[in-house]
């Protein structure tokens, strides 16, 4: 059942990440030419006029780009939700750290250096978007700190 459903998931992404495409490119061209309409799968002005191939062409690379760097920023949080759980430990941890005077030293140590790594991935991210690293490749995200996976399950 588990493969059945991952399958018909992975097809389903598909189609959704096929439909933004088209809608982002329609946008972009429509952004320059006016209103765009679509007949046997091919773009057009509304008034009928030709599209120019090299704004189609130029138009796909910026939708590319833009999809790269959505699915970039969904994989910096994935991988900072792996370690922080969600949105709600992040901000306990960071409200805890703000209070935290008198505290065992350790924990804010941790909780310095999990702010920290997580700012480190965003900035990983960012600098992955004017780039053709793999994103998915472990060697170009930081690591988590050691021990912060016990101070996040206190949270």
């Known amino acids: 059942m588990t493969n059945e ?3 018909l998931t ?3 992404d598909r189609q959704v990440t096929k439909q933004h495409m088209d809608f982002a490119l329609a946008q972009k061209l429509s952004a320059k030419f006016g209103p765009i309409t679509s007949t ?3 773009m057009q ?3 009928g006029g030709p599209l120019p ?4 062409d130029q138009a796909k690379i910026e939708v590319a780009k ?3 760097w959505y699915e970039i920023k969904k994989e910096c949080m994935r991988r900072i939700f792996t370690v922080t759980k969600d949105l709600a430990t992040q901000f306990n941890i960071i409200a805890w750290l703000i209070s935290a ?3 065992n030293e350790t924990d804010v140590r941790l909780a310095r250096d999990l702010i920290r790594w997580m700012a480190e991935t965003r900035t990983a991210a960012r600098g992955m978007k004017s780039s053709d690293r793999n994103y998915m490749d472990d060697r170009f995200w930081p690591r988590p700190p050691p021990g912060v996976q016990a101070l ?3 949270f």
Do not use: C, F, P, Q
């Open 53 to 56: 191939d090299e704004a189609v």
């Open 40 to 42: 046997s799968g091919k």
């Open 101 to 103: 005077s008198g505290t």
């Open 152 to 154: 996040v399950e206190k």
């Open 10 to 12: 992975d097809t389903l």
């Open 5 to 7: 459903m991952n399958r």
């Open 66 to 68: 833009d999809r790269r």
């Open 45 to 47: 002005r509304l008034d």
